[in-house]
């Protein structure tokens, strides 16, 4: 079975904290995606970035990084210098190419403090 | 990626009653989604709206709840019948990106759904 896991409900950190959002993803598939989407108070659902299973280079855009390791089945999100914009909920979610079916995680709430 | 708006973004509505969700993309997709998030909570897949034939619908979710229709490539709705305070929820419509992101969906803005 496919599941992916955030286990951190909240985060709250004060502006110019770097933070991390964790994920981790359970799969018997060889081949899939991993994805993170932000969701802002107006609820619409952003793609930040999309990963494939053969490629576990670290990715940096701006201040966001993500760290994908499959050894611990993992695909974290770091934000550094945190912005009061950042606030939002992060989802993580997992797919297997072609089924076009979204396994999400339960979120991850983050509040960034002026 | 497409731009996809969806009407309206936000109602309240009796319970009893039913309301009607387009979701409109600007240029022609394969593949269209409708997710159901109700408060708090994470996204949960209702069903995939084709094109020219019926949806397919997820565990859990019944055509005669949820109605969809997609008559082309560029448009969806779906409709929530017969609403009780259950179903207050955000419903967001998806698409499959095209080439590189193929396997990619890209979301609307979400409908906010109250039902009083």
């Known amino acids: 079975a496919q599941k992916v896991t955030q286990a951190q409900t909240e985060i709250s950190v004060v502006e110019k904290e770097d933070v991390t959002l964790d994920c981790v993803y359970e799969t018997r598939d060889t081949t899939y995606y991993l994805f993170w989407y932000k969701q802002p108070p107006s609820g619409e659902l952003v793609f930040l970035i999309r990963r494939n299973s053969f490629d576990e280079q670290n990715e940096i855009s701006g201040r966001y990084s993500w760290n994908f390791q499959k050894s611990t089945s993992s695909f974290n999100f770091t934000i550094t210098a945190s912005q009061v914009v950042d606030s939002a909920v992060y989802f993580c979610?997992?797919?297997?190419?072609?089924?076009?079916?979204?396994?999400f995680g339960t979120g991850t709430r983050l509040k960034v403090l002026a | 990626s497409a731009v996809i708006s969806q009407k309206p973004s936000r109602d309240i509505c009796q319970r009893g009653t039913s309301l009607t969700i387009q979701c409109q993309v600007d240029?022609?997709?394969?593949?269209m989604f409708w997710y159901r998030q109700q408060p708090g909570q994470s996204l949960t897949l209702i069903a995939t709206a084709n094109q020219g034939s019926e949806a397919t619908y997820e565990s859990g979710f019944v055509i005669d709840k949820f109605p969809i229709s997609r008559p082309n490539l560029t448009f969806s709705t779906l409709t929530v019948s017969n609403m009780s305070p259950e179903d207050s929820s955000i419903y967001l419509c998806s698409v499959v990106g095209q080439g590189r992101g193929t396997d990619t969906q890209y979301f609307g803005p979400g409908t906010r759904l109250t039902v009083l």
């Open positions: 979610a997992l797919s297997v190419p072609g089924t076009y079916k979204y396994i």
């Open positions: 240029s022609q997709v394969t593949m």
